[in-house]
């Protein structure tokens, strides 16, 4: 491979697995947001791979998707070292469907080693949600929780965020994602909770659901709230290299604050 001069190289992403500022992408498939599919993935991951943690399987595009075709996305993810995971929408559709059990089996097969688990138009008491949790890892597959509804009704606790984490953590799984329209819904109503959400210990557990139609406004909104190391969630592919470059200060849309840095 051949490298720039080091006087113009730019900071590098941490090897993976990294613990902060990580990205997850939302993989819609053939789609406005970025085209995917097979091809599609190969070419993104050829530029901007080393940017990106995680593969979110848009929605119910699991059983969408021609299994076979799956398959091989998948392997181009986990290839790029990228964790590559169902949506949550599935998981509470089989949970609707008294499947959930067949639905692990299913996705196995296919080559998943994650899958999210949600509760934005379903609930769980503690007993199911752990049962759920235990499932999973069962059928070898790790977890990552999604906290918030779709349409929710009040404004985001800290304390019953708090021990949620606690309790989702307490039981081994590591990744946390807080729904976007629960973000949306607190900033129009308190945006103090906000910075406080920030500054609270468990924090850097959390991946922020951030707006794909809203960017970058909202997502350089986020970097506000948060910093620019803040984790981010539901990237649209083709928004995964730019934002990339926005942590860096690349960009008219941060100014090019990059030049800040060598007193420009």
């Known amino acids: 491979m051949i490298k720039p001069p080091t006087s113009l190289a730019l900071p590098q992403p941490d090897t993976k697995p990294r613990k902060k500022g990580l990205t997850s992408i939302i993989d819609y498939g053939p789609d406005t947001l970025g085209w995917t599919g097979e091809r599609g993935i190969a070419d993104l991951l050829a530029c901007a791979g080393p940017y990106i943690d995680f593969a979110k399987i848009y929605a119910m595009n699991s059983l969408l998707i021609p299994s076979d075709t799956l398959i091989r996305i998948i392997s181009l993810y986990r290839n790029a070292d990228v964790i590559c995971y169902s949506g949550g929408i599935l998981f509470e559709y089989a949970h609707r469907r008294g499947d959930v059990a067949g639905l692990l089996s299913y996705l196995s097969q296919l080559g998943f080693k994650a899958m999210e688990i949600s509760e934005n138009y379903i609930t769980l008491n503690e007993s199911e949600r752990n049962h759920y949790f235990e499932q999973c890892k069962k059928a070898g597959l790790e977890v990552i929780y999604e906290f918030g509804r779709k349409n929710p009704e009040t404004v985001i606790s800290l304390e019953e965020l708090g021990q949620l984490v606690k309790d989702v953590t307490d039981t081994g799984i590591k990744h946390i994602i807080l729904e976007e329209s629960e973000i949306t819904m607190t900033a129009r109503t308190d945006p103090s909770v906000l910075k406080k959400l920030g500054e609270q210990s468990w924090f850097h557990q959390v991946l922020v659901e951030a707006d794909p139609f809203r960017f970058p406004q909202h997502h350089l909104g986020l ?35 990059l030049f800040n840095a060598l007193g420009i």
Request: aromatic share 12%; glycine share 14%; proline share 3%.
């Open 223 to 257: 970097f506000k709230d948060f910093g620019t190391d803040v984790s981010l969630a539901n990237i649209a592919p083709g928004q995964a290299l730019r934002l990339a470059g926005y942590r860096l200060g690349i960009g008219r849309a941060v100014d090019y604050s």
